[in-house]
């Protein structure tokens, strides 16, 4: 089945201490991209990835990484965790970069809290 | 820069009224895409639909319809005899394709619909 896979899906920490959300997809797609939602702000884009060892940020990049070593996978980061990111993480990607025809395939969502 | 209005923040109807959920956009492209995403109470955002800017032809599919109306820059979404099953959040996104756009799209702040019983 083709799909974006998001893990862990729910996580609660601590001030600080460093976090990785991993996402990974099955159909070969070049565009990865990673949204936070928030309470009427709709969905924000965090960082995005064009291809392999391509990534640029997105609207909100402050307090995150991430890394696209192989095409199928795009971690995000939490370098040092503050509560200001607790939020629902959603993980994204398209066939194609530089499109924004491209229809998106989400994950299922993560939702992180940060105390 | 681009941007998307969906100004209403909640809306609740009774099952089987008719609906339209509101999307104002701004951009200076001249060839782009408005896309309308599904957020079910489980969580997960689901694709409706895709329009470009060059077709103007109003949609329908099923008891869903859109209508697009570059005159007022609106992609409007309307559902038809409500049902419980319709109770989501929908959020109005817009896609640039022009050079440098890889940031493929602007979501806007979403609608709450609500169908009672």
């Known amino acids: 089945e083709a799909q974006v896979t998001q893990n862990p899906r729910y996580l609660i920490t601590v001030t600080g201490k460093k976090l990785t959300v991993t996402c990974s997809q099955n159909?070969?797609?070049?565009?990865m991209s990673w949204y936070r939602q928030d309470p009427g702000l709709g969905l924000r884009q965090i960082y995005y990835s064009m291809n392999v060892e391509v990534t640029d940020k997105g609207d909100v990049p402050e307090g995150y990484k991430v890394s696209r070593k192989e095409k199928r996978n795009f971690p995000l980061i939490l370098e040092s965790p503050s509560p200001n990111q607790t939020s629902l993480y959603f993980c994204a990607s398209s066939m194609r970069a530089q499109s924004g025809a491209n229809v998106l395939t989400f994950g299922a969502g993560s939702r992180l809290t940060v105390l | 820069a681009q941007k998307v209005t969906q100004a209403q923040t909640e809306i609740s109807v009774v099952e089987k009224e008719d609906v339209t959920l509101d999307c104002v956009y701004e951009t200076r492209d001249t060839t782009y895409y408005l896309f309308w995403y599904k957020q079910p109470p489980s969580g997960e955002l689901v694709f409706l639909i895709r329009r470009n800017s060059f077709d103007e032809q109003n949609e329908i599919s099923g008891r869903y319809s859109w209508n697009f109306q570059k005159s007022t820059s609106s992609f409007n979404f309307t559902i038809t005899a409500s049902q419980v099953v319709d109770s989501a959040v929908y959020f109005c996104a817009l896609g640039s394709i022009s050079s440098g756009s890889a940031r493929q799209l602007t979501f806007g702040s979403g609608t709450q619909l609500t169908v009672l019983p």
């Open positions: 159909m070969n797609h070049e565009y």
